[in-house]
Every structure is written in structure tokens, then in C-alpha cells.
């Protein structure tokens, strides 16, 4: 990759030698990080589909939110890590991913493959899953990132747009028809955005429906990433 951006001569537009060295060096230390990263080695050690298993599992060491028995719907699940983690700490209990890709299957896990969680007929198909089970929900996952337009704060609206379609469709006053229910009893949302202008808005929405909402950035996020998780629990 480094000899193909040499090659295009990006680096010859940069006239200070002392400054072309040091953007190849930054280059090449992060061209390094993308292949050989801490997460990425170990998601090929614990055989984990994507490095950002490692943003779920940080997530729950702080908060311990998945356990035994509980259902869990994962929103934008492919290629499906954090379904892994889901399954692993979640034994006895039910797993339900969905992607707008296809998603291999992973042993434990119901999953529905190009499905738009915007779209009204998969939205009633996760309600028909789940009240096949109990009815309700323990826990919410969003991990979902639209394609990027290039354009950091239409990006971040467009996320923003997609976590809150996913929080009113269990929204207790909502008024859309294939809602699903939370669970009163210390139910949890978990979604990631894109940091920009519409987050204070988003966080105080979620702050009339959780007792909690607290904002982190997990040390598997890479540096320069504009992604956060916000972390909600108590729903009422
Ligand atoms: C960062 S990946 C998720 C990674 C996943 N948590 C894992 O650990 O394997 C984001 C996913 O969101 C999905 N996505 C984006 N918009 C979606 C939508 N409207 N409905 C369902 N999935 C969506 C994308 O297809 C993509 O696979």
C-alpha cells in the first residue's frame, strides 16, 4: 500500500524532506496497526469474526450486562462478532441478529440476513421471533454504520436517524406497529454513533427513558474514529 501511494506521487507534493519522511513513517505505522493492531491478532487468536468483539467485551466487563437466560436482539450484526460474544456469555438464552448483509450462520444465534431494520416487514419479523419467545427484549444492540457519504455530519445524522428508528421500536409510548417491549427490569440499549452536532439531543431522549446513559469509547475504536457507544440501562 505504501509503494502504491508512492508510486501515485502523493509524496512528492510534499516539498520538506523532513516532513515527507515523517507523513511516510506516519503512513507506515498505520498501514502496520490495520494488519498486525493488539484486537485484530487477538480476534484471530479467539477466532472472532471482527476486532470489534473487543468493543463488546469492554463494554460488559464495565457494565456485566450480558448473562445466562437473557434475550438479546443485536442490530447490524454482520459480520456477526459481537453475536459471538452474545452466544459465549448468554447461554440458555436467545440471539437474534440481523444485517443488511448476508451473515454466516453462527451455532446459538437466529439470524436474518439482508434485512433493513428500517423496513416495516422486518420489523414485524423480529416481533413475530420474539414473541414466539417471552415477548419482551433484556437487551438491544446497535452496532449498525450506514455507507459513508464522505460527509462526517450527514454521516453522523444518518446514524443517529438509524439508533433512534432501532429505540422507537421498543419505546414505550411508541406509536409504530411492529414495536417490540423492553424489559422493565433493568433493560439495556447499547447503540454506536458517529459524534457530531445531534448527540446531545439523542442523549437527552434517551435520558427521558433510562435511568442511565453513559458514553464511552472502547480501546478497541481506533484512534482517529469519530465512533462512540452510548450505554443505557434502567428503562421505564
Ligand atoms: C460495523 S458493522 C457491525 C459489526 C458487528 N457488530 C460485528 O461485531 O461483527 C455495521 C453493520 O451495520 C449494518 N447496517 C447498516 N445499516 C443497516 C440497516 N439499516 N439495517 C441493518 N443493518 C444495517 C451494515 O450492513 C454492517 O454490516
Redesign the pocket.
Known amino acids: 500500500m505504501l509503494k502504491k501511494l508512492e508510486n501515485s506521487g502523493i509524496f512528492g507534493k510534499i516539498r520538506d524532506f523532513s516532513t515527507k519522511k515523517a507523513a511516510k513513517g506516519n503512513l507506515n505505522r498505520y498501514i502496520q496497526r490495520q494488519s498486525t493492531d493488539e484486537f485484530t491478532v487477538k480476534a484471530r487468536e479467539h477466532n472472532?469474526?471482527?476486532r470489534?468483539?473487543f468493543?463488546?467485551i469492554e463494554i460488559n466487563e464495565k457494565f456485566k450486562f450480558l448473562r445466562p437466560g437473557i434475550t438479546v436482539v443485536?442490530?447490524?450484526?454482520?459480520?456477526?462478532?459481537?453475536?459471538q460474544v452474545v452466544v459465549d456469555k448468554c447461554p440458555n438464552g436467545y440471539a437474534l441478529g440481523?444485517?443488511?448483509?448476508n451473515v454466516l450462520p453462527i451455532r446459538g444465534a437466529d439470524i436474518l440476513s439482508q434485512?433493513?431494520?428500517?423496513s416495516p416487514e422486518?420489523q414485524a419479523k423480529i416481533r413475530e421471533k420474539l414473541q414466539m419467545r417471552q415477548g419482551t427484549v433484556d437487551v438491544v444492540?446497535s452496532?449498525?454504520?450506514?455507507?459513508p457519504t464522505g460527509d462526517s455530519e450527514t454521516d453522523h445524522l444518518r446514524l443517529i436517524d438509524?439508533c433512534r428508528t432501532v429505540f422507537r421500536l421498543f419505546s414505550k409510548e411508541n406509536t409504530v406497529e411492529n414495536a417490540f417491549e423492553l424489559s422493565r427490569k433493568n433493560g439495556v440499549f447499547l447503540c454506536?454513533i458517529w459524534d457530531g452536532s445531534g448527540r446531545g439531543e439523542f442523549v437527552r431522549e434517551l435520558s427521558d427513558r433510562f435511568s442511565m446513559v453513559k458514553t464511552m469509547k472502547p480501546m478497541a475504536c481506533r484512534d482517529m474514529s469519530a465512533e462512540l457507544y452510548l450505554f443505557c440501562r434502567g428503562f421505564r
Open positions: 472472532y469474526r471482527a470489534s468483539a468493543k463488546l443485536d442490530v447490524g450484526c454482520a459480520p456477526g462478532s459481537w453475536l440481523l444485517d443488511l448483509q434485512s433493513d431494520v428500517t422486518i444492540l452496532d449498525m454504520a450506514p455507507n438509524l454506536k
